[in-house]
Structures are given as C-alpha cells and as structure tokens.
C-alpha cells in the first residue's frame, strides 16, 4: 500500500534535531505526493513549519506523564491523524509507547515492539545518528538519501556588521551539564591567540560565557541570546571560517551547514556516537575537559583546516614526525 498520510516523529534535543534533517529529506523524497506531518516539541515549532520536508507540523509531543489530560489529548490527535505509516525517529521509550495512539494495524518504522518495520539491529546503538537512521529508512524500503536542502534555514547576516572573516565560537551547553563545557578562559586564552576574531554564539544561557570571555578578549563579537536564533546562526555558519565549541546544539548547527567545526567532547557524550555531522568536522575528546590545554586545542584545529584558513587565524602546524630511522626521529 502506498502510504498517504505519513507521521515522523522527532522530538529534540536541538543538535539531534539538526542531525535528523538527512532523514527528514529521505522520506519526502521517498513519498513525494504523501501528506506528512511531524510531531516535535515546542522549541523546534517555527523551524520545522520553514521546512521544506512537511505539511503539517504539531508540537506539543512530549507531555509530562502526570497530565493525564495532555497525554490523552495527544493520543487522541494521533488517533485522529488516520496515519498509514509512522516513522519514529526518536526511538524512544516515550516515542514507542505513541503507537498505541496511532494504532497497532499502522505500519510503523522504529524500535517499538510488533512495529511492522521493527530497527532492532545489534549494532544500532552504537552508530552515529545518520548511518543509524539510514540503517532504519532501509528497513522501511527507503534507499535513497539526497542531500538535503539548507537554503531555506540560513538567514542574510550582512546586517550584522561583521568583518570579513571571522570565526565561531560555541562555549555553552546544558546547564544539567556541566563537564560537557571547556572553561570559559581557556576559550577566552584561544581567541587571544587566533589572528581572526572570535563571534560568540548560544542562547540567553550563554550571555554571561561571552561576558568573561570579552572581559579579556574585548575583541570578540557577543551575538548570543536573543540574537542567535537558528536562522542566524545558520548564517553565521555559512560565513565563518571554522568554528570551535562544546557538544551542543548552535554546534551541530555549524557542522550541519558544511562549517569546519572542531567539536570538544568530556567524559558526558560518546563522541564515536555523538559527534557532529558534516562533511569537514573534528573531534577533540579528554577525560576532563576542565583540564583541556589551550595548546592541544589550536594544535587539532591546524591539523584539519584548510592550508589558507589556517594561514588567515595565524594556527602553526606542527613539521611532520621523522620517519622511522631517520637520525632527527
């Protein structure tokens, strides 16, 4: 049967959410005539409506557990939808337990027990996001994955008034979080020895970051809280040379837009599992990132930049290692 009226389900957090976009691309261009809707959550509400991959979009997915009214409402909903076929791409617990409101006789594509297009592989936990949604679109029959289209996320930022060049800086991340986050100075240290200057990007959470981080880099540029929504930062990203930050959403939102992005994984995220897409990104991990040196950071960042952005931020590389035998080894 072809599938005309199609649910995805997509619920957060923001990095998981840019990192969904392959898939969101791969279904459309799977069921191209299909009404699809998504269900999300509250935050991701303007951005996936500008979307070019749904028809409808409805937030309100997740609930709490205890208001037994909202939980009845949205099975209700779900219920009404008249879905043929699901695509959970949360692959939660909470996502799973949603059939029972579409319908057990709907054809549904996650790990839910009795779905009729069931992701159980052993290795799926262990995947990174986009080969593990890719792994269970084919299950579902999907086998073509364009490149998806980003026009539409990055916003003109020429009216921002900032120079020419210039570099991201992302230093916030969940505030339940906190080993997740490279100090403060040490990003401040970082700015201090790159010839470009630093923009530093996030939410109002990250206000007071970018406060000690120009109190010693005057330099650097703040445009976090209200002044970074997605759209702008999609653009900054379009325009920066590189940018460098902790294991958090406006992150993953560089890489997603083809920024060379350096990601900063601590001892809280799987970076083989978690880290950032895109066709140029690297991945600095420590067992403490309190304990992180500035040096080996501007070290990982020159060996993966381009010759000429890595000329521009005025990053040395380190000569290459003597081959084996030679007497300066």
């Known amino acids: 049967m072809t599938a005309r009226r199609i649910l995805v389900i997509r619920l957060g957090a923001f990095g998981d959410f840019m990192q969904t976009f392959p898939a969101f691309a791969a279904i459309r261009a799977h069921h191209p005539g299909a009404h699809i809707t998504l269900l999300t959550t509250q935050p991701f509400l303007a951005l996936a409506e500008a979307a070019p991959w749904f028809d409808e979009v409805w937030s309100g997915g997740r609930p709490a557990w205890r208001d037994i009214g909202a939980v009845l409402r949205l099975l209700q909903r779900l219920r009404g939808g008249r879905f043929d076929r699901v695509y959970d791409l949360q692959t939660s617990r909470r996502s799973s337990a949603y059939r029972l409101g579409v319908g057990r006789g709907v054809e549904w594509s996650g790990i839910a027990r009795g779905a009729s297009h069931r992701h159980d592989t052993p290795q799926r936990t262990r995947l990174l996001t986009l080969p593990r949604q890719q792994e269970q679109l084919r299950i579902a029959g999907i086998t073509r994955f364009p490149t998806p289209e980003l026009d539409w996320l990055a916003a003109d930022v020429a009216g921002l008034g900032l120079p020419e060049r210039f570099w991201l800086m992302v230093p916030g991340a969940s505030a339940r979080a906190p080993e997740k986050r490279w100090p403060a100075a040490r990003y401040a240290e970082l700015a201090a020895g ?3 200057p630093a923009v530093v990007v996030g939410g109002p959470a990250e206000r007071e970051l970018a406060g000690q981080i120009r109190a010693i880099v005057p330099g650097a540029i703040d445009l976090t809280g209200d002044r970074s929504p997605a759209p702008i930062l999609a653009g900054l990203a379009r325009r920066a040379a590189f940018a460098v930050g902790n294991d958090t959403g406006p992150l993953h939102l560089a890489a997603t837009m083809g920024c060379p992005t350096l990601a900063l994984f601590g001892p809280r995220s799987d ?38 952005t890595r000329e521009a931020a005025g990053l040395p590389v380190a000569p290459p290692a003597s081959p084996p035998g030679d007497p300066g080894a």
């Open 194 to 196: 790159i010839a470009l």
């Open 271 to 308: 970076a083989t599992i978690h880290r950032p897409p895109g066709p140029s990104t690297a991945v600095l991990a420590a067992p403490d990132l309190g304990q992180l040196d500035v040096g080996e950071v501007r070290a990982a960042l020159a060996a993966f930049l381009p010759a000429e």
